[in-house]
């Protein structure tokens, strides 16, 4: 390391202020780090994105109620938030510069500079009332588009486009949710309680078109899209929520090796071992050189930028745990946590009305892979538990709502 001996010294330059970078801060300093800290973001001070299509997108919550922590917090513990963009990594007198032209040099380098939302490609989407949802500016400028009567297409299922339907519903507009799967999310939650999950948008009157957009056409008082299924939609706005791609540039101009994700180590170091890489542009190069799948999950940012934290400052690896999510729509509450999509057999409980409100998915030896419940929090971290000790459940007892599964999970 240059610049300094003691690892506890090192100059650390965060680029991005994301969840996993605030994260790297906070965790450096809760270990004891001295040395100099910066987080750089255009954005300023760091905040939370779950809540843009939810509580921010509805009003309910303002950008400070979002933000991890005040001015006053960084400046206490001696981080310096750098509110400029970073354009470029120097890997030979290592240092970042930003916009603005200056260096700030560095002993350690982590990147966290997240993802962009993937653009809808067809002509047409860049037109101002085509909408995505990634940050605090993303949500004002839809939010100001919606309202009573507003007539609001979504291109996209997944977690950010049901949390954003529910959301504009209940904000009076005219939601139809497009959508190529029947239902999405079955790898994470599992076949049962995605058609659940799913039908919720009908439930609302949201209305669901299972095809893809063919094409834009842009006219002065709507965006009419045309499905593959034939019958077109006409819009006053379009939402699109089909994934993110990730912010690789810098790695890539820096001749870091790149594949979907900057590739990095079990303890988060790129090729270069003095610049590291968490959050949703990470991705795990095995000692085989193989390549794991990348999270984009708000679990993964937190666990990612603790395992950085750790690696700098030369602390034992922290123990792994399975990858958790949650989201919500319509009033109710999802979490998933572990594998759903792998080999093994499903164990589902239900309601009194017979509906899906849990579902465990179980290894051929009889170990617990994965959970995932709706308005089952408890349900969902007594799994994580099962999940991380390598547990082998009594299926009968999954399946019984009477039996906590505290209780299994001890």
């Given at each position: 390391?240059?610049?300094?001996?003691d690892?506890?010294?090192?100059?650390?330059v965060?680029v991005?202020?994301?969840l996993?970078?605030?994260t790297?801060?906070?965790?450096l300093r809760?270990?004891?780090?001295?040395?100099?800290?910066?987080v750089v973001?255009?954005?300023?001070?760091?905040y939370?994105?779950?809540?843009?299509?939810?509580?921010y997108?509805?009003?309910?919550?303002?950008?400070?109620?979002?933000?991890f922590e005040?001015a006053?917090?960084?400046a206490?513990?001696?981080?310096?938030?750098?509110?400029?963009?970073?354009t470029a990594?120097d890997l030979?007198d290592?240092?970042?510069v930003?916009a603005?032209?200056?260096?700030?040099?560095?002993?350690?380098?982590?990147l966290?500079?997240?993802?962009r939302?993937?653009?809808?490609?067809?002509?047409?989407?860049?037109d101002?009332r085509?909408h995505?949802?990634?940050?605090?500016?993303?949500?004002d400028?839809?939010?100001?588009?919606?309202g009573?009567?507003?007539?609001?297409?979504?291109?996209?299922?997944?977690?950010?486009?049901?949390e954003a339907?529910?959301?504009a519903a209940?904000?009076?507009?005219?939601?139809?949710?497009?959508?190529?799967?029947?239902?999405?999310?079955?790898p994470?939650?599992g076949?049962?309680?995605?058609?659940r999950?799913?039908?919720m948008?009908e439930?609302?009157e949201v209305?669901?078109?299972?095809?893809l957009?063919?094409?834009?056409?842009?006219?002065d008082d709507?965006?009419?899209i045309?499905?593959?299924?034939?019958?077109?939609?006409?819009?006053d706005?379009?939402?699109v929520g089909i994934?993110?791609i990730?912010?690789?540039?810098?790695?890539?101009?820096?001749?870091?090796d790149v594949?979907?994700?900057?590739?990095?180590?079990?303890?988060?170091?790129?090729?270069?071992?003095?610049?590291l890489a968490?959050?949703?542009i990470?991705?795990l190069?095995?000692?085989?050189?193989?390549l794991a799948?990348?999270?984009?999950?708000?679990?993964?940012a937190?666990?990612?930028?603790?395992?950085?934290?750790?690696?700098?400052?030369?602390?034992?690896?922290?123990?792994?745990?399975?990858?958790?999510?949650?989201?919500d729509?319509y009033?109710c509450h999802v979490e998933g946590?572990?594998?759903?999509h792998?080999?093994?057999t499903?164990?589902l409980?239900?309601d009194r009305?017979?509906r899906?409100t849990?579902a465990?998915?179980?290894?051929?030896d009889?170990r617990m892979?994965?959970?995932?419940?709706?308005d089952?929090g408890?349900?969902?971290?007594?799994?994580?538990?099962?999940?991380?000790?390598g547990?082998?459940v009594?299926?009968?007892a999954?399946?019984?709502?009477?039996v906590?599964?505290?209780?299994?999970?001890?």
């Open positions: 390391m240059t610049g300094a001996r690892p506890r010294d090192a100059r650390v965060i991005g202020g994301g996993g970078g605030f790297v801060a906070k965790e809760d270990r004891g780090h001295r040395g100099p800290i910066a973001d255009p954005a300023g001070l760091p939370d994105r779950p809540p843009l299509s939810k509580g997108l509805s009003g309910e919550r303002t950008l400070d109620d979002l933000r005040s006053d917090w960084y206490e513990r001696g981080i310096d938030v750098v509110e400029d963009a970073a990594l030979d290592l240092a970042v930003v603005g032209g200056d260096r700030l040099p560095a002993d350690r380098i982590v966290a500079t997240g993802g939302a993937r653009p809808l490609p067809l002509d047409g989407a860049d101002p085509v995505v949802l990634r940050t605090s500016d993303d949500a400028r839809l939010r100001a588009a919606i009573e009567g507003t007539r609001l297409a979504i291109v996209g299922g997944g977690l950010i486009g049901a339907a529910s959301t209940s904000l009076g507009a005219r939601v139809t949710l497009i959508e190529p799967a029947d239902p999405p999310l079955v994470a939650v076949p049962e309680l995605a058609r999950l799913h039908d948008h439930e609302r209305r669901v078109r299972t095809a957009p063919a094409s834009l056409e842009l006219a709507a965006v009419r045309e499905l593959t299924d034939g019958d077109p939609i006409e819009a706005a379009l939402l994934g993110i990730p912010n690789t540039g810098l790695a890539e101009s820096a001749g870091l594949d979907n994700g900057v590739l990095v180590d079990e303890r988060q170091r790129t090729a270069d071992p003095r610049v968490v959050g949703d990470a991705r190069r095995f000692a085989d050189g193989a799948r990348r999270h984009e999950h708000w679990d993964n937190i666990a990612s930028g603790v395992r950085a934290a750790a690696a700098i400052v030369d602390d034992p690896e922290p123990a792994p745990s399975a990858g958790w999510f949650w989201s729509r009033g946590v572990g594998e759903m792998v080999d093994g499903t164990v409980r239900h009305d017979g899906p849990a465990f998915r179980l290894g051929a009889g892979l994965g959970a995932a419940a709706i089952g408890l349900t969902v971290r007594a799994a994580r538990r099962i999940i991380d000790r547990a082998v009594d299926p009968e999954l399946a019984d709502p009477a906590d599964l505290k209780r299994l999970a001890r």
